[in-house]
């Protein structure tokens, strides 16, 4: 999202360009969007625009009517890859060195012996190092005004880490906090009400969260890996991923996000007293 340079360009008032990919999952998404109750919980779409042989999403610039704002990524989901992602089976070396990088402990014995491993065993592997496999969501970065963006939480996954780095974003503001939970509460009662979420596999998508001390909003973003269920299969988006249910986790990462940040007051409050 906004930590990536080159992807957004300014197009006009309130108003920016986003990259798209080719395929056009992403510009179908947000067409469909725009008639469910979710509209209300995701940047407007205008258009779909081709440029210099490129593709571009013309959408809300959520940034526009905050000044000085903080913004925080959280992506959402206990599985933050698509299953096509990690059908091949074949062990794979660089992926193995790729791991022992980050944690040299994590290979098994076998592991260890073949020097290699497979697409799905790195992509569970690096959500269980953040929050992502157990909660269902993971700090992805933020920014607050006047800071250099905060981008390593990689490794940030238990619920008190979590809060601690949200107090730090919401910089001890409890309306900013009550006005968050709210629109996340709405959120999940509109995604309960969604067709478009009932009948589509959520992957890779966030929720951009934006701040200025006294206004604040919620919205989902980034829908390039959110795809129709196939034929006959229905998702509660909570229940346990395994290969072929495209469960999503979508819903216990909101479960918990809404919790943390509930629980954020209440350690606040404990240290007053």
């Known amino acids: 999202m906004m930590f990536i340079s080159g992807s957004f360009a300014p197009a006009g008032p309130g108003t920016i360009w986003k990259k798209s990919s080719p ?8 067409k469909k969007l725009m008639k469910d109750p979710l509209s209300s919980m995701v940047p407007h779409f205008y258009k779909d625009v081709e440029y210099n042989n490129e593709y ?24 933050t890859f698509l299953e096509s992602e990690v059908e091949n089976a ?13 944690d040299p402990t994590a290979p098994t014995a076998e592991e260890l012996e073949t ?11 690096r ?6 496999a157990e909660l269902g969501f993971r700090i992805e970065g933020f ?26 974003f919401l910089n001890g503001s409890e309306k900013v906090r009550l006005l968050l939970i709210a629109r996340l509460e709405n959120l999940k009662a509109k995604l309960e009400k969604s067709t478009f979420f009932r009948h589509h596999e959520v992957i890779g ?14 919205w989902m973003i980034d829908f390039a890996k959110t795809l129709p269920l196939p034929e006959g299969v229905t998702t509660d988006h909570r229940s346990k991923w395994c290969n072929g249910n495209h469960e999503d986790g979508y819903l ?7 919790h943390v940040l509930k629980q954020c007051g209440k350690s606040r409050s404990k240290s007053k007293s």
């Open 127 to 132: 959500e269980n190092l953040s929050s992502s």
């Open 23 to 30: 395929d056009r999952v992403e510009i179908e998404a947000y």
């Open 56 to 79: 571009f999403i013309e959408m809300q610039d959520l940034l526009h009517n905050f000044k000085n704002p903080a913004v925080m990524d959280i992506k959402m989901g206990t599985r």
């Open 143 to 168: 920014k607050v005004h006047g800071e250099e963006p905060t981008k390593d939480l990689k490794c940030l996954k238990s619920r008190d880490e979590i809060c601690r780095t949200m107090k730090q």
């Open 115 to 125: 020097k290699a491993i497979t697409k799905l065993r790195y992509m569970q592997f």
């Open 90 to 102: 074949k062990a794979r070396s660089d992926l193995y060195e790729k791991m022992l990088k980050v």
């Open 252 to 258: 216990t990462g909101l479960d918990n996000l809404i």
């Open 205 to 218: 998508s966030s929720i951009l969260i934006i701040h200025d001390g006294k206004k604040a909003g919620a």
